[in-house]
Every structure is written in C-alpha cells, then in structure tokens.
C-alpha cells in the first residue's frame, strides 16, 4: 500500500502542471508597466516634441537689405520661429578705425533689443546714432521678407479652398514685397524695393540713392517723383526726372530687377 497509485500520481501532477501555469500568468502583466517604467518616458509622444505642429509656421531665417550709412554698411539677419525673432545678428557693420570699438559696443545690444522688441521699434545706442539708424533699416528690411514669406505660405496652403470664386481671389490678392538689385550710377547706386498687392505696385521705397554734394538735392527732388511715378505706371516705364538722369536710369533699373522677381 506504500507505492502511489497511478491515478493519484496522474492527479498530482496535473496540479502542479496547472499551478505553474497560473503563475506565470498571474507574473506576466506585472512586467510590462515595469517596463514602461523603466523606459522613464525616453520616448515621449510625437505632439511633445513639436509643440507647434507639423506646419512650424513662421520659422527660418532671413537677411535683410544692407542699408548704407556714413561709416559703411549695415546688414541683419534674423532667425524666426513661430512669428517671434529668436536671434539678430549684423552680418555687416561698420569697421576700421574708431568704427570697430563703436560696432563692439553697439551691435550686441542692438541685437539684444530686436530681440526683445520683436520688431524694428528700438532705440538707438548712445554714441553709435548712425549704426543704430542702418540696423533698423536693415531690421525693418528682413521682417518684410518673413512676413511676406508668411503671407506667401499661408496662402500656399490655402490655395484649394474658394477655388471655385472669380479671378479676384486666389494669389492675385497675395501681397510681396519685392527688392531690386542696386543699380551703379555715375554718383552712386540706387535700390529700389516695391510692394506689389493684387499684381499692382501699392508702395515704392528708395534703399540707396546717390549723396553727397549737389546729389543729396538731386536725390531729395528726384525719388519722391520716381517713386510716385512708379505706383502709377505699375511697371518700370516711368519718365525720368528732369536734372536727375543718372538716378532715373538707375532707379528704372532696379525697379525692373524687382518687378521681374515677381514674375514681371
């Protein structure tokens, strides 16, 4: 009667099979959340790491025109993302001489206001007046090219919708604003950039004309009249000003530069 009976050993490990069974199963589900722990959130979701989405509007970089001063050029380049300057710095800047102490002193801080500022509102450096004009120039010039990158984009974007409205809509209603390539003359260059709405000129401005001497005059009666004058023709062919050939051809010049940009 010593010896186990078949069917009581069958019985017994039957239960044992069963019962190794329901503790592998019953350790299973407790592994997985340590797991996850472990990972400590290495990986987090895809929306974390871009809070701005997937279209990261507003982001990129941008130089703008250089504007002249008495001391030489003046040049800033921009960083934006999500509509807001996150870094300025002044690619050209007045050099030699005292000019190199004053641009030290100067440019950072200058950089340090854009920053702050987000547009081109911000005051003049003590001591460096004509540095600080160039770099606002220069400032304002760059946030007209993001935002009509901008502009350019969202319209992009929204290109599919409304296409069944009349020709008023779609990219004739998009606003660029375009600059030319400085034209040389015989007393100096002249750069012109223009805002081009709906296909017309709706602005002209003068970056470079020629100065100094009789041409401050010269400069002074002529650019207004061009400028006027190009608004009204829409296109480079404009009379030139009396007394001011070299600026008229020059002023035609760069205007066609910058209306060619736009695709004419």
Do not use: C, F, W
């Not at 002529?222 to 004058?229: F, G, H, R, S, Y």
Request: proline content about 5%; hydrophobic content about 35%; glycine content about 16%.
């Amino acid at each position: 009667m010593r010896k186990s009976h078949p069917v009581r050993r069958a019985v017994l490990a039957g239960a044992a099979t069963v019962s190794g069974i329901v503790l592998l199963l019953s350790l299973k589900p407790a592994s997985d959340p340590g797991s996850a722990s472990a990972a400590g959130g290495a990986a987090p979701p895809v929306a974390a790491q871009s809070p701005q989405g997937g279209r990261g509007a507003g982001a990129g970089t941008v130089t703008g025109d250089a504007a002249s001063t008495q001391y030489g050029p003046v040049q800033v380049r921009l960083t934006v993302n999500g509509g807001k300057i996150t870094k300025a710095e002044a690619v050209q800047a007045p050099k030699g001489g005292q000019s190199d102490q004053v641009t030290a002193d100067a440019v950072p801080k200058l950089n340090r206001a854009a920053i702050a500022a987000g547009n081109a509102d911000i005051d003049a450096v003590s001591g460096a007046t004509y540095t600080s004009a160039g770099y606002v120039k220069s400032l304002q010039s760059a946030l007209d090219k993001a935002a009509a990158a901008g502009s350019a984009e969202q319209g992009s974007g929204d290109a599919g919708e409304g296409s069944g409205e009349e020709g008023s809509g779609g990219s004739a209603q998009g606003t660029q604003v375009l600059t030319g390539e400085a034209a040389q003359t015989q007393y100096g260059p002249v750069q012109v950039r223009v805002t081009v709405t709906g296909g017309k000129i709706t602005a002209a401005e003068t970056l470079q004309a020629p100065k100094g001497g009789r041409s401050d005059q010269v400069t002074a009666d002529a650019v207004p009249e061009l400028e006027q004058a190009a608004i009204a023709a829409g296109n480079a062919d404009i009379d030139a000003v009396s007394g001011a050939t070299y600026t008229s051809a020059g002023y035609q010049q760069s205007l066609q530069s910058a209306l060619d940009r736009a695709g004419g």
